[in-house]
């Protein structure tokens, strides 16, 4: 066990003033989670998952009582779950609609959290929301709706399929994920965002992107640590199925890149 990589969870947040049933009880207070699918992928591949707790003005703590430079020298690796919104006011707009008004408060923390590990060179996996944050801290921007915005663009989302909607993507030739599955440039993945890259971020390369209507499925930061995310949830595909991608290679790359730090 003292040899198991333990691997930093960016917090989901529940905020209760937002829309949705009445529940009383613990639902009445913020909760910071980490959904259990997430945690189970990382076990899958061998790693230990700790959620990283957020923190804000009204927190028992502040800020200024955390060192987010102990988090990265304790953690081998940074994980970025999906999640609410990226906040448009975090790339420079104002929200299209109070619905896209999207979560300030994890930005700033999930931002500050990323430059931790970039600094202590740990390596930095993002998913979903976690793609987008990761585009945005680099200057990219963000479609704050798809449908919206790029109504000539395929679905995304659709709540009643949730992560049965799929698509495919291409991988980009040349690229580590291209690397990674040398038998294979196309590949089968689950769709639930309504948000996506607008610019990508000069620091970043395009590692596969849906043939449909060009938007950007994964990313990479082309020189410094090891900083990569994808839109999908490899955490919902099932590897020993055909029907969508096999994420564990990618996995394994990740915590890899995790071991060597470590050393």
């Known amino acids: 066990m003292k040899n198991t990589l333990i691997i930093g969870v960016s917090a989901r947040i529940y905020y209760p003033d937002g829309p949705g049933l009445d529940l009383g009880g613990v639902w009445t207070r913020k909760l910071d989670y980490l959904e259990q699918s997430i945690a189970h992928w990382i076990l899958a591949g061998g790693g230990m998952p700790v959620m990283i707790p957020a923190v804000d003005d009204e927190s028992l703590v502040q800020h200024s009582a955390i060192d987010l430079d102990y988090y990265a020298a304790k953690l081998d690796g940074l994980l970025l779950q999906g999640g609410n919104d990226v906040a448009p006011e975090s790339y420079g707009e104002a929200p299209l609609q109070p619905a896209w008004r999207g979560d300030k408060v994890r930005d700033r923390y999930e931002i500050a959290l990323i430059q931790a590990f970039m600094d202590a060179g740990k390596p930095v996996f993002g998913i979903c929301r976690g793609l ?3 585009n945005v801290k680099f200057g990219g921007t963000l479609f704050q709706d798809i449908s919206t915005q790029r109504p000539d663009a395929r679905m995304h989302v659709d709540r ?20 990674l599955y040398p038998e294979r440039r196309t590949a089968r993945v689950n769709s639930i965002h309504h ?18 209507d060009g938007m950007v499925e994964a990313i990479r930061l082309r020189q410094g640590p090891y900083v990569a995310a994808v839109q999908w949830h490899p955490e919902f595909h099932r590897g020993s199925t055909s029907a969508t991608f096999d994420d564990a290679p990618m996995l394994k790359d990740f915590l890899d890149a995790a071991r060597a730090v470590r050393g």
């Open 132 to 134: 987008q944050l990761l």
């Open 160 to 179: 009643a399929q949730y992560e049965k909607l799929c698509h495919d993507v291409e991988l980009s030739a040349g690229t580590r994920l291209a690397e």
């Open 195 to 212: 948000q996506s890259i607008k610019d990508l971020a000069p620091a970043f390369e395009a590692e596969a992107w849906c043939p449909e």
